[in-house]
């Protein structure tokens, strides 16, 4: 494999995208599948052609990237990386950086707060500073008035805001006023001077140079009353009714759970009863077939009965079907154990055994169908491996965890990015932890026997360090390699308050971003309400701060921290207008539900992630707490699915707007249909004469071995021998290619092989008819009154003579021909005899069958 990226170094504008290009050359003598990804940066900002390609032998693609960051954005230089992984052995990975620089754009908004004060000798204003550019803005204030009156005090008297960040500051005013007469009206005008980069922190002149001319930022109005004015009076309200009203509706609530509480047991007691009934019809078993990972269904599994009695040959088999199930009918009654294999995964026998001798015994009564034999499969083991890089990644811990689940996430904990536990303790993200592996001074590590398919995430925690998370998706039996996770130092800190309209806000998850880092916590209730403190985040870094409650919508701020850096007086406000998007995911082409696609939505700032139901509503998801109006870019993407996006816009209200309104956008939701990124193989094997029949009418033939194979990789099925499936095979989840489909139904007949290229989503049928089996037949003669009729002829493979008999018949009672069908390809010893009795035959003759041809004109003289 080969990839060259350009360019390598580009200044980036807001909202004006830069082309980076990727040139992928597939330098392997095999068909190879590539996936691109690129790290780094946020997914909003980013739109490729494919994530995911395949190409023949010396065959060059060029891919283009588009990167558009918003406006806000801060200024400074980054790096993201474009990582090609081969999908195709070696599984070879590369990944390119690419540093990007966004220009400095200074702009700085500022707000007097109220615009008027009529007051007595002073009178304090708010000031509302913000940073709205791209850059850090550092000044000191000032002010003055037409007369030259007014003396201005500033807390604090300078500022330093980051992009995207406020302060507010209080302003004091005061002068000399008069003892009697009207109000003075005083014009003030506000002013923020820029330090220069090398000045000390002094304050600069009250007023301008000599000739010297500035524009003020904001201006008030100081209504100053005389000595005998009159003071203003203000009254305060009183909420004390709505506690009590809480205290009634929180009692009512409690009544109605206590009764759907009662309600439930009775619904799961009749349930229970009706499970219990039993069922009748012939003996039978049944089940799913599930992955032993994630729990979704496997299609196209063979499922084996066999009896107790021999567990090399099947009484009979089937393939799951696209929910996982199996069913198996019209069995005698007896005792059987059950055998599972798929491609790609390691045979299991019910109900989780490895070998026929641990399996579990399956009795039938006559008549009786049991059901609900599941079992889990899992794929051949993976392994990952990798390096974890940082200034010192010695005594780090790595840990191999499932994906998060329900309530139990960082969010939820509040657990800041760098308060990791001490390395023996795994950090509750909310997943299971697979594996665990102490890092070395050289920052290498390897993981073995992965359970595999699956989605995990990569951990590495240090004590005094950030926690470093990275997802990864391993394919089935796939060696990962060249995975790479950084471990910053965490020495910074970010601190402020969360309010609303009506005052300091509790409980808002406060998430913040940098890279792979991610720190989360809540905001304080009690004395220090709406408080949040962010802790030991690694430095210097920019990051991206979420601040989500429910029923508000969320906000988001970008703050760059220096090495070191302790920012606190962050200020963030929520408001409560917000909106959601809900919809469906289907899977083509039979439009059924698609559980486990990622939905990714996204502004530019917020990026909201969620997934379809894998239970109850399969296929649905719904995102809330998206502020409006807004336009929205959502974007679908599961391992085996190819990717889809959609652009939506929400009005103030929340209602989506007709411009995005669309084939696959209404308002009641989103409805995506989405293609594999697969394919599939399926079809009917047949026979005419075979030894496994299984439908006369069609010669479809059972227990045939279909393989297909691109030279790294093999999936093997074996068609099934009963009804309604009989002769059908199956096979999913292949990547595209070119394969060899090779069938093949004992020594006894010719395999057949064909050649077939694969695309994705594609779903070939395929039917592949086979050569009758080999047969023998011929005629005994010799005997004195004519042919040799009702004669026994004896048939041995010829290591079995004269011990075990292979077949046995009698020639025609009228010519003295016989016959033996269905023969294994071999030589053999075939002897006559007047009587069944094998210790009398007479005469013996040598005879060679070749695979599906017929060896006729066999003659046989006896001496009567």
Request: charged fraction near 10%.
């Amino acid at each position: 494999m080969r990839v060259d990226v350009s360019p390598l170094q580009a200044d980036l504008q807001p909202n004006v995208s830069q082309l980076i290009t990727v040139t992928i050359s597939n330098t392997a003598t095999i068909i190879a599948g590539y996936a691109i990804r690129v790290l780094g940066a946020d997914p909003g900002w980013v739109q490729l052609d494919t994530d995911e390609i395949a190409l023949f032998p010396d065959e060059t693609r060029v891919l283009t990237i588009m990167v558009d960051v918003p406006r806000g954005i801060p200024a400074g230089a980054r790096r993201i990386a474009v990582q090609v992984r081969e999908l195709t052995p070696p599984y070879e990975s590369k990944v390119t950086e690419i540093d990007l620089t966004v220009p400095p754009n200074p702009v700085v908004q500022l707000r007097v707060d109220p615009m008027a004060i009529t007051a007595g000798k002073r009178a304090t204003f708010s000031l509302l500073v913000e940073n709205t550019g791209n850059t850090a803005i550092r000044g000191f204030l000032a002010g003055d008035d037409p007369e030259n009156q007014v003396r201005f005090d500033f807390e604090p008297a300078h500022v330093s805001l980051a992009p995207g960040q406020h302060s507010v500051l209080d302003m004091r005013a005061s002068a000399k006023r008069h003892f009697l007469g009207t109000p003075t009206v005083r014009s003030l005008s506000v002013y923020l001077d820029e330090i220069a980069p090398d000045a000390f922190l002094e304050p600069p002149p009250a007023q301008p140079a000599s000739g010297e001319e500035r524009e003020p930022l904001a201006g008030a109005t100081f209504i100053q009353k005389s000595v005998m004015s009159r003071s203003a009076l203000s009254l305060l309200g009183l909420l004390f009714a709505a506690t009590v009203f809480a205290v009634v509706i929180t009692i009512a609530l409690s009544r109605l759970v206590a009764q759907s509480t009662a309600d439930r047991n009775l619904a799961l007691q009749v349930a229970a009863a009706k499970n219990n009934a039993a069922t009748t019809g012939q003996s039978g078993v049944s089940g799913v077939v599930s992955l032993l990972t994630s729990g979704k269904p496997v299609a196209g599994v063979t499922a084996s009965v066999f009896a107790t009695s021999d567990t090399t040959t099947p009484v009979a088999t089937t393939a799951t079907n696209a929910k996982g199930a199996y069913s198996v009918t019209d069995l005698p009654a007896g005792k059987y154990l059950l055998s599972f294999r798929g491609a790609g995964f390691v045979q299991i026998w019910y109900p989780g055994a490895v070998n026929a001798a641990d399996a579990t015994t399956i009795t039938l009564a006559a008549g009786q169908v049991q059901g609900g034999l599941n079992v889990s499969l899992g794929g051949v083991p993976a392994s990952i491996s990798g390096t974890v890089v940082g200034d010192d990644v010695s005594a780090a811990t790595l840990f191999l965890e499932t994906l998060p689940g329900g309530a139990t996430t960082d969010a939820a904990a509040g657990r800041p990015l760098g308060t990791a536990p001490v390395p023996v303790t795994p950090p509750d993200n909310g997943g299971a932890v697979v594996q665990r592996v102490p890092i070395g001074s050289d920052g290498s590590f390897s993981l073995a026997n992965v359970p595999s398919p699956s989605v995990y995430e990569l951990v590495v925690v240090k004590t005094g360090y950030a926690t470093s998370t990275q997802r990864i998706d391993v394919g089935a039996g796939e060696t990962r390699t060249g995975v790479h996770l950084t471990l910053s130092k965490g020495d910074g800190l970010i601190s402020g308050t969360i309010t609303s309209q009506d005052g300091p806000l509790a409980d808002v998850t406060v998430t913040a971003t940098a890279g792979q880092q991610t720190a989360s916590t809540v905001s304080l209730t009690g004395a220090h309400a709406g408080t949040f403190t962010l802790r030991q985040l690694p430095t210097p870094a920019t990051f991206t701060l979420v601040a989500s409650a429910a029923g508000f919508a969320s906000q988001t701020v970008t703050l760059s921290l220096g090495s070191g850096q302790k920012l606190a007086g962050v200020s963030i406000t929520l408001n409560k207008s917000s909106a959601s998007l809900h919809g469906v995911v289907s899977l083509l082409p039979r439009n059924e539900r698609a559980a486990g696609v990622g939905v990714t939505v996204t502004d530019g700032q917020l990026t909201v992630q969620t997934a379809t139901e894998s239970k109850g509503n399969i296929g649905s998801w719904v995102v809330g707490g998206l502020a409006v109006p807004g336009t929205y870019t959502v974007t679908f993407a599961r391992s085996d699915l190819q990717s889809q996006t959609v652009s939506v816009s929400l009005d103030a209200a929340g209602n989506l707007t007709p411009g995005s309104l669309g084939a696959q956008i209404t308002s009641s939701g989103i409805a995506v249909s989405m293609t594999p990124a697969t394919a599939t193989v399926w079809g009917q094997i047949s026979q005419p004469g075979g030894g496994h029949v299984c439908d006369t009418s069609t010669n479809a033939l059972g227990e045939a071995t279909i393989s297909l194979s691109s030279g790294a990789s093999t999936y093997s099925v074996t068609s099934a021998s009963v009804a309604p499936n009989c002769g059908m095979y199956r096979i999913e989840q292949i990547p595209p290619g070119t394969y060899t489909l090779a069938v093949s139904a004992g020594s006894g007949t010719s395999p057949s092989a064909q050649v077939i290229t694969l695309v994705a989503g594609q779903s070939l049928h395929r039917n592949v008819p086979l050569a009758p089996p080999a047969s023998m037949s011929g005629t005994v003669v010799g005997c004195t009154t004519g042919p040799c009729l009702n004669w026994t002829v004896f048939l041995y493979r010829q290591a079995d003579y004269p011990t075990t008999l292979a077949a046995t018949t009698q020639t025609d009672g009228a010519t003295g021909r016989f016959e033996f069908d269905n023969l294994e390809a071999g030589t053999y010893i075939v002897a006559v005899g007047s009587t069944g009795d094998p210790a009398n035959a007479t005469t013996t003759e040598q005879v060679t069958v070749e695979p599906s041809k017929p060896h006729d004109g066999v003659v046989i003289t006896v001496t009567s």
